[in-house]
């Protein structure tokens, strides 16, 4: 993809670039689509939350809510960074084409599915969803939970192929000093999302089998992506030595 290009071309996306820019007539920028997807979700969150009297739900949706959205902003901030300079064209093919982050994200979001209501239901004595929603769950509140669980398991799926991939051209290309300082950057925001769903720690501190999943989640990507900016640091600079 050119410089110049001023926006990405439909196969060469993640899926939910293209689901923002296929709105027929419509052209949004980064902040107003992140800004619809937080209103419309936090609007049925408190909606929902009031009508049923389950409030306990209220903030954990707010924090998943606020995690996944952020998660949008990430995943525009890395492409926007990816697409800015000249890239090796089969990292671009198996970061955005390869659609391999949905099927991680389907993976992570079964996992999750198999927990909420037959691992944990047959394994603890409060399981998390009848301590947020009562011992019957209101349907439309259930509905919105797992749209908001895919929304996330989506985001998680997508920093995991993001890291994966980055630590591949890290180790497989060489890349001038300017070019790499890019790449780090799109590491670093690669990163930073998946520190961020340590704030999510709070609200899974009583279900031992989440705690673990998140916190390993977050080890793993912050060990790859350093791994990553750590090789492009140093390989940079021996080609930036290597007499041409």
Do not use: C, K
């Amino acid at each position: 993809m050119s410089r110049g290009e001023p926006h990405p071309v439909y196969g060469e996306t993640w899926v939910y670039e293209s689901i923002v820019g296929a709105l027929p007539g419509i052209r949004l920028p980064t902040w107003a689509a992140v800004a619809i997807q937080l209103f419309v979700f936090e609007v049925g969150i408190v909606a929902l939350s009031w009508y049923y009297d389950v409030w306990p739900a209220a903030i954990a949706g707010t924090a998943v809510v606020i995690v996944a959205s952020i998660g949008s902003v990430e995943m525009l901030r890395i492409s926007t960074l990816v697409r800015r300079i000249d890239v090796p064209e089969t990292y671009q093919a198996l970061l955005f084409s390869s659609n391999v982050e949905v099927v991680l994200s389907v993976l992570a979001y079964i996992a999750m599915l198999t927990h909420l209501f037959v691992f944990d239901p047959q394994t603890s004595a409060s399981p998390i969803v009848t301590d947020l929603f009562g011992e019957e769950p209101p349907v439309l509140v259930v509905y919105l939970m797992l749209l908001i669980l895919w929304d996330v398991s989506y985001r998680i799926g997508t920093g995991w192929w993001a890291s994966v991939t980055g630590l591949w051209r890290s180790a497989r290309y060489r890349f001038d000093p300017e070019t790499a300082r890019v790449f780090q950057r799109a590491d670093l925001e690669t990163l930073g999302f998946g520190i961020l769903q340590l704030v999510l720690v709070p609200f899974v501190l009583n279900y031992p089998v989440l705690l673990a999943a998140l916190l390993a989640h977050v080890t793993a990507v912050t060990v790859v992506t350093g791994l990553s900016v750590l090789l492009l640091r140093v390989r940079s600079r021996t080609a930036d030595a290597t007499p041409s």
